[in-house]
T-cell receptor, first 113, second 109 residues
Framework: DAGVIQSPRHEVTEMGQEVTLRCKPI?????LFWYRQTMMRGLELLIY????????DSGMPEDRFSAKMPNASFSTLKIQPSEPRDSAVYFC???FGVGYEQYFGPGTRLTVT | EDQVTQSPEALRLQEGESSSLNCSYT??????LFWYRQDPGKGPEFLFT???AGEEKEKERLKATLTKKESFLHITAPKPEDSATYLC??????????FGKGTKLSVKP
């Protein structure tokens, strides 16, 4: 398996623009997680899905953030409008279930100027 | 509130100098304690899962152990290629993983 795939790897955008991050989980995994990593706050869970259904979005910082999982092999995280404080590395991870190890993608480094 | 604390924040070792990293947790009813390695510019890479006190797991120069309140990652005779940030995580009450902020390990030749 190719592992978790994320795109783009790097994104530079101006404040106010819409940003869409994409993720393809490992085939057969029924849980998908979106995390954000910064130096100050470390790795934070934003939202996770089970069988394409959002289970917990309490980590989504604001209404500017939204996530979807239209099918078992694709998820998006959208920020609209983007702000400089959204600059971070965003990771997608997938797992077989709750309490099992999660496998992470390479991340998307987002810079909002 | 569920919390995972790692210490030290940074550790510098000479090649061959063994040491341990600490991870303490506050979640009651542990459902899994995870160790990950993260290299710069990459996603965390899974190393170990521990489920019960007394459990140990090994991989090359790394050994993870678990007690009722903390876990240790022992590094025996480290090499420069072991340099990375090591993250500890615990399964929270919602089933998600709660990560510590990591220990940045540097091993000098």
């Amino acid at each position: 398996d190719a592992g978790v795939i994320q795109s783009p790897r790097h994104e530079v955008t101006e404040m106010g623009q819409e940003v869409t991050l994409r993720c393809k989980p490992i085939s057969g995994h029924d849980y998908l997680f979106w995390y954000r990593q910064t130096m100050m706050r470390g790795l934070e869970l934003l939202i996770y899905f089970n069988n394409n259904v959002p289970i917990d979005d309490s980590g989504m910082p604001e209404d500017r953030f939204s996530a979807k999982m239209p099918n078992a092999s694709f998820s998006t995280l959208k920020i609209q409008p983007s702000e400089p404080r959204d600059s971070a590395v965003y990771f997608c991870a997938s797992s077989f279930g709750v309490g099992y190890e999660q496998y992470f993608g390479p991340g998307t480094r987002l810079t909002v100027t | 509130e569920d919390q995972v604390t790692q210490s030290p924040e940074a550790l510098r070792l000479q090649e061959g100098e063994s040491s341990s990293l600490n991870c303490s947790y506050t979640v009651s009813g542990l459902r899994g304690l995870f160790w990950y390695r993260q290299d710069p510019g990459k996603g965390p890479e899974f190393l170990f899962t521990l489920y019960s006190a007394g459990e140990e797991k090994e991989k090359e120069r790394l050994k993870a152990t678990l007690t009722k309140k903390e876990s240790f990652l022992h590094i025996t005779a480290p090499k420069p290629e072991d340099s990375a940030t090591y993250l500890c995580a615990e399964t929270g009450s919602q089933g998600n993983l709660i990560f510590g902020k990591g220990t940045k390990l540097s091993v000098k030749p």
